[in-house]
Protein backbone atom coordinates (compact mmCIF):
# COMPACT_ATOMS: atom_id res chain seq x y z
CA UNK A 1 0.00 0.00 0.00
CA UNK A 2 1.16 3.03 -0.87
CA UNK A 3 2.53 5.19 1.80
CA UNK A 4 0.34 8.35 2.83
CA UNK A 5 1.36 11.83 2.51
CA UNK A 6 1.76 14.01 5.78
CA UNK A 7 -1.35 15.36 7.52
CA UNK A 8 -2.99 12.86 5.94
CA UNK A 9 -5.19 10.30 8.68
CA UNK A 10 -4.08 6.98 8.80
CA UNK A 11 -6.11 4.31 10.79
CA UNK A 12 -4.63 1.53 12.22
CA UNK A 13 -5.95 -1.24 14.48
CA UNK A 14 -3.64 -1.94 17.14
CA UNK A 15 -3.04 -5.66 18.89
CA UNK A 16 -0.23 -7.42 20.26
CA UNK A 17 1.53 -10.34 20.27
CA UNK A 18 4.48 -11.51 21.99
CA UNK A 19 3.77 -8.26 24.54
CA UNK A 20 4.82 -5.84 21.49
CA UNK A 21 2.09 -3.48 20.26
CA UNK A 22 1.67 -3.60 16.50
CA UNK A 23 -0.79 -2.34 14.19
CA UNK A 24 -1.95 -2.53 10.46
CA UNK A 25 -4.00 -0.38 8.49
CA UNK A 26 -7.44 -0.43 9.10
CA UNK A 27 -8.15 -0.88 5.47
CA UNK A 28 -7.00 -4.45 5.43
CA UNK A 29 -8.60 -5.65 8.28
CA UNK A 30 -12.09 -7.39 7.36
CA UNK A 31 -12.85 -8.12 10.81
CA UNK A 32 -11.67 -9.42 14.75
CA UNK A 33 -12.75 -12.66 15.75
CA UNK A 34 -12.19 -14.20 19.16
CA UNK A 35 -9.64 -16.46 19.16
CA UNK A 36 -10.50 -20.37 18.03
CA UNK A 37 -7.65 -23.18 17.49
CA UNK A 38 -7.44 -23.68 13.86
CA UNK A 39 -6.97 -27.04 12.39
CA UNK A 40 -3.55 -27.78 11.45
CA UNK A 41 -2.68 -28.35 7.96
CA UNK A 42 0.07 -31.29 7.17
CA UNK A 43 3.33 -29.94 4.78
CA UNK A 44 2.22 -26.62 5.13
CA UNK A 45 5.18 -23.44 6.23
CA UNK A 46 5.71 -23.84 9.85
CA UNK A 47 4.23 -19.49 10.17
CA UNK A 48 0.95 -21.35 9.02
CA UNK A 49 -1.18 -22.15 12.11
CA UNK A 50 -3.71 -23.87 10.19
CA UNK A 51 -7.17 -23.27 8.62
CA UNK A 52 -10.57 -21.48 10.48
CA UNK A 53 -14.14 -21.97 9.12
CA UNK A 54 -15.78 -18.98 9.32
CA UNK A 55 -19.00 -18.31 8.38
CA UNK A 56 -18.14 -20.49 5.37
CA UNK A 57 -15.31 -19.09 3.97
CA UNK A 58 -11.93 -20.59 4.99
CA UNK A 59 -9.64 -19.33 6.06
CA UNK A 60 -5.40 -19.74 5.96
CA UNK A 61 -4.68 -18.72 9.56
CA UNK A 62 -0.86 -17.13 9.93
CA UNK A 63 0.80 -17.20 13.43
CA UNK A 64 2.58 -13.69 13.84
CA UNK A 65 4.28 -15.49 16.52
CA UNK A 66 5.80 -17.42 14.64
CA UNK A 67 6.19 -15.00 11.45
CA UNK A 68 7.66 -12.33 12.90
CA UNK A 69 9.70 -13.63 15.98
CA UNK A 70 10.19 -16.99 14.34
CA UNK A 71 8.65 -18.74 17.77
CA UNK A 72 6.23 -21.31 17.92
CA UNK A 73 3.88 -19.76 20.71
CA UNK A 74 0.44 -19.32 19.51
CA UNK A 75 -1.09 -17.70 22.51
CA UNK A 76 -4.33 -18.09 23.15
CA UNK A 77 -5.26 -17.98 27.01
CA UNK A 78 -8.51 -19.81 26.68
CA UNK A 79 -9.72 -16.72 28.46
CA UNK A 80 -11.12 -14.64 25.83
CA UNK A 81 -7.70 -12.20 25.42
CA UNK A 82 -6.76 -13.81 22.55
CA UNK A 83 -7.92 -12.90 19.11
CA UNK A 84 -7.57 -13.52 15.32
CA UNK A 85 -7.55 -10.31 12.67
CA UNK A 86 -9.53 -11.57 9.40
CA UNK A 87 -7.44 -9.49 6.86
CA UNK A 88 -8.02 -9.45 2.99
CA UNK A 89 -4.70 -8.29 0.66
CA UNK A 90 -4.75 -8.83 -2.81
CA UNK A 91 -8.34 -10.21 -2.99
CA UNK A 92 -7.08 -12.98 -0.58
CA UNK A 93 -8.40 -13.56 2.96
CA UNK A 94 -6.43 -14.99 5.66
CA UNK A 95 -6.53 -14.66 9.38
CA UNK A 96 -3.79 -13.31 11.97
CA UNK A 97 -3.34 -14.89 15.31
CA UNK A 98 -2.74 -11.96 18.13
CA UNK A 99 -2.79 -12.02 22.09
CA UNK A 100 -5.50 -9.56 22.19
CA UNK A 101 -6.85 -6.52 20.15
CA UNK A 102 -6.27 -3.34 21.81
CA UNK A 103 -7.70 -0.25 19.99
CA UNK A 104 -8.29 1.30 16.23
CA UNK A 105 -6.48 4.83 16.45
CA UNK A 106 -6.28 7.45 14.03
CA UNK A 107 -2.57 8.68 13.56
CA UNK A 108 -1.28 11.43 11.24
CA UNK A 109 1.12 9.84 8.51
CA UNK A 110 3.21 11.98 8.94
CA UNK A 111 4.12 11.06 12.34
CA UNK A 112 4.84 7.60 11.41
CA UNK A 113 7.81 7.59 9.21
CA UNK A 114 8.87 4.79 7.06
CA UNK A 115 11.22 1.65 8.60
CA UNK A 116 14.60 3.24 9.78
CA UNK A 117 18.11 1.68 7.46
CA UNK A 118 18.34 -1.17 9.40
CA UNK A 119 14.62 -2.66 9.00
CA UNK A 120 14.57 -1.44 5.19
CA UNK A 121 17.54 -3.94 4.81
CA UNK A 122 15.90 -6.92 5.87
CA UNK A 123 14.83 -8.63 3.03
CA UNK A 124 11.03 -8.41 2.28
CA UNK A 125 10.92 -6.70 6.18
CA UNK A 126 6.93 -6.55 7.24
CA UNK A 127 7.76 -3.43 8.87
CA UNK A 128 6.30 -0.20 7.54
CA UNK A 129 6.29 2.29 10.18
CA UNK A 130 7.39 2.82 13.67
CA UNK A 131 5.51 5.50 15.51
CA UNK A 132 4.87 6.12 19.42
CA UNK A 133 1.55 6.11 21.30
CA UNK A 134 1.23 7.19 24.66
CA UNK A 135 5.08 6.50 25.43
CA UNK A 136 4.91 3.35 23.97
CA UNK A 137 6.44 2.00 20.88
CA UNK A 138 3.97 0.59 17.95
CA UNK A 139 5.76 -1.27 14.89
CA UNK A 140 2.91 -1.08 12.30
CA UNK A 141 3.22 -4.27 9.31
CA UNK A 142 2.14 -4.40 6.00
CA UNK A 143 0.24 -7.75 5.96
CA UNK A 144 1.24 -7.69 2.06
CA UNK A 145 4.69 -8.59 3.00
CA UNK A 146 3.42 -11.46 5.66
CA UNK A 147 0.43 -12.82 3.07
CA UNK A 148 1.80 -14.60 0.14
CA UNK A 149 -1.27 -15.29 -2.35
CA UNK A 150 0.35 -18.17 -3.60
CA UNK A 151 1.15 -20.26 -0.48
CA UNK A 152 -2.05 -19.13 0.91
CA UNK A 153 -3.92 -20.78 -2.15
CA UNK A 154 -1.61 -24.05 -1.96
CA UNK A 155 -3.21 -24.10 1.64
CA UNK A 156 -6.16 -23.68 0.44
CA UNK A 157 -6.25 -26.00 -2.76
CA UNK A 158 -4.49 -28.61 -0.23
CA UNK A 159 -7.44 -28.88 1.98
CA UNK A 160 -9.70 -28.56 -0.65
CA UNK A 161 -8.55 -31.65 -2.37
CA UNK A 162 -8.92 -33.59 1.25
CA UNK A 163 -12.58 -32.73 1.94
CA UNK A 164 -13.46 -33.70 -1.60
Given amino acids: ?3 AE ?6 AILFRVN ?10 VREVLQYRNPTPV ?13 GHRILPVTSLHRC ?10 GDGEGHLLSVCVQDR ?6 DAV ?8 GEVPPPTDLTSRIHDSPIEGITRIDDEVV ?15 EVLQSISSETE
Avoid: C, N, Q
Fill in 139 to 153: VLIDPEKIVDPEVMA
Fill in 68 to 77: LYGDDHTKST
Fill in 42 to 54: PDSPVWIAGVLDV
Fill in 102 to 109: TAIRTLDA
Fill in 1 to 3: MDR
Fill in 93 to 98: EAAFTT
Fill in 6 to 11: EGEELK
Fill in 19 to 28: GKLLGIRIDY
